[in-house]
């Protein structure tokens, strides 16, 4: 398991981390993506900690990311644009290991917010993640894009997060605790 090489890769680059998969209480599949989402928004690089040394990390339509150090190598060039990330789960199911999430994802550059509809699919062994994808439609994400781009003149048209009873980050209807 990654656990242990994952502490001393994290202590010789300032381990800015709270916790692994390797290290969480809970190796519940859903419990682990969860967690992994959750630090996207905080710890990027720390997020790929999350993941199997061979992990493989698909967006529909785009080249495969293999490996966690390439996924984090993705994650900081991300992080030097400056780019943020929100993400709001609205359903999040199970078989087995594979997870299934049905999200609103946010990335966000300053002032801009491209808000957008995401299905992802996360595979769980012993703990990490081995395999990610995430389906989105291409053409809802580029009127997201346009968007985020009006918002930046016209701040009325900048995209609020889903409406409910969700909160910032990983979030889920109230009283819905079933896993």
């Known amino acids: 398991m990654a656990g242990s090489a994952a502490h001393e890769g994290a202590a010789s680059r300032g381990d800015r981390r709270e916790e692994t998969a390797a290290d969480a209480a809970d190796p519940a599949p859903a419990a682990v ?13 720390g997020a790929a900690d999350f993941l199997a040394p061979d992990a493989k990390w698909m ?19 991300l992080e030097r644009i400056d780019t943020g990330f929100d993400v709001y789960v609205h359903t999040i199911s199970v078989d087995g ?3 299934m999430t049905e999200r609103t994802d946010a990335l966000k ?3 801009m917010r491209v808000q957008f ?5 996360f595979d769980v ?16 994400t580029f009127v997201a894009t346009a968007r985020g781009l009006l918002g930046i003149v016209l701040p009325t048209a900048r995209p609020k997060p889903p409406s ?11 009283g819905n605790g079933e896993r």
């Open 33 to 45: 993506v969860e967690r992994f989402l959750d630090r996207l928004r905080t710890d990027p690089e």
């Open 125 to 140: 062994r012993d703990g990490e993640i081995v395999h990610w994808q995430d389906y989105f439609d291409y053409l809802t």
């Open 164 to 174: 409910g009873d969700w909160h910032g980050g990983i979030t889920r209807p109230a």
């Open 59 to 77: 967006n529909n339509g785009l080249p495969a990311v293999r490996g966690r150090e390439r996924v984090r190598k993705v994650f900081r060039a």
């Open 97 to 99: 290991t594979s997870v």
């Open 109 to 111: 550059w300053g002032a």
């Open 117 to 121: 509809w995401v299905c992802g699919r």
